[in-house]
């Protein structure tokens, strides 16, 4: 570990230093890009999957580890089958003496899964997964309300959680995007307009009529 952390970069691909002193190189990343399909893969497979040694797998997976690199492994797990239908977005003005109260009493509920300080008009997004849209209300109404740190909300349920990723990484960037598959000759896709000629639609108001 010591040595791939003092020599960092192999062949081939620019290095991206991370922690105290391991480099990310092309291996590196290709490590990262196979454990965010399965973390729980051997590293017999994972050595496959890249295409080097089992010995070169295992030692550069423990750098990743021991750098900090590689945080923590999880489960991902399927909200609405564990009772959690229900997510918000609750953006929140805070009273900028008092983030530490803010940040005290967010620690004490449960429900909020996310939360990022960000610019722009709201101070704080937080995400929040519950049962029903009534906790939601109450989250906002009866406990974000009554803490004096709080100056404002604005609340946001998602409808739809089209794209999550475990992770990014800055080889994904270099991967040539997908092109589209061809549309249907008369089917409109979801989300698309058709425009129709002027011609055209005089002919067609004529068959109607």
């Known amino acids: 570990m010591s040595e791939i952390s003092r020599n960092g970069v192999g062949d ?3 290095a991206g230093r991370i922690g105290i002193g391991l480099e990310l190189d092309d291996v590196h990343l290709k490590i990262l890009e196979v454990l965010r399909e ?19 797998a295992y030692t550069r997976f423990e750098a990743l580890r021991a750098d900090g690199a590689i945080k923590r492994f999880t489960a991902e797990i399927d909200h609405v089958r564990a009772g ?21 009493e967010l620690a ?5 899964e996310y939360c990022a300080i960000t610019t722009g008009q709201h101070d704080a997004m937080i995400q929040v997964r ?9 989250m906002v109404t009866d406990r974000l309300a009554n803490i004096p740190a709080v100056k404002a909300t604005e609340t946001v349920f998602i409808l739809d959680e089209v794209l999550r990723r475990p992770y990014v990484l800055p080889s994904d960037r270099a991967r040539p995007a ?22 055209e639609g005089r002919a067609t108001l004529h068959k109607e009529g």
């Not at 399965?38 to 070169?56: F, H, K, P």
């Not at 959690?84 to 929140?92: K, Q, R």
């Not at 997908?178 to 011609?199: D, I, N, S």
Request: charged residues 20%; aromatic residues 6%; without cysteine.
């Open 108 to 112: 004490r509920m449960p429900q909020v």
């Open 12 to 14: 081939g691909g620019q």
């Open 130 to 138: 519950v049962s029903d849209v009534a906790e939601v209300h109450t």
């Open 178 to 199: 997908r092109r589209p598959a061809q549309e249907t000759q008369g089917e409109v896709p979801l989300g698309k307009m058709r425009f129709v000629g002027a011609a």
């Open 84 to 104: 959690l239908g229900i997510t918000a977005l609750i953006f929140v003005t805070v009273r900028q003496q008092m983030w530490k109260q803010f940040r005290a």
């Open 38 to 56: 399965n973390g729980r893969i051997s590293v017999a497979a994972l050595a496959e999957r890249v295409g080097i040694s089992r010995a070169n």
